[in-house]
């Protein structure tokens, strides 16, 4: 890495919500609201994003941990709000603390871990699974 994660370092990432972030996409008889499985994702998302200026080429990164609560629930239609900050940094793992606030109030954080692959070294494995 040619230029280091360092703790402290933060990145925000916005999205309107609508009703392809609905819980009930994953279960007909949960409500109408956006939905934690989205919530993760918005997580890895801002998170990947604050890392990728700082990988190599043939480096990217993948998400190894996380937990979450989600605290409060979010109308279809509002935006939300997620800031990652690095909290520690230990080799290829990187930590970071995440939180996510929709345009009333704070709904959700997490601790999230994500590890620096080299992306030929991973695909070459992920082959190898298959068969």
Do not use: C, W
Not at 72 to 90: D, H, I
């Amino acid at each position: 890495m040619s230029n280091p994660l360092t703790p402290g370092m933060t990145h925000e990432k916005v999205i309107k919500t609508g009703p392809e972030h609905s819980a009930r996409n994953f279960f007909p008889h949960l409500p109408e609201v956006f939905g934690t499985p989205y919530l993760v994702g918005l997580f890895e998302g801002v998170s990947a994003e604050l890392m990728a200026p700082h990988l190599d080429p043939g480096e990217q990164s993948v998400g190894i941990g996380m937990n979450i609560k989600h605290t409060a629930p979010t109308p279809l239609g509002m935006e939300v709000r997620a800031k990652a900050e690095v909290t520690q940094v230990e080799g290829r793992k990187v930590t970071f603390k995440v939180e996510a606030f929709d345009e009333k109030e704070k709904i959700g954080e997490a601790v999230h871990e994500r590890f620096i692959i080299k992306v030929d070294k991973f695909n070459q494995r992920v082959e190898a699974k298959k068969g």
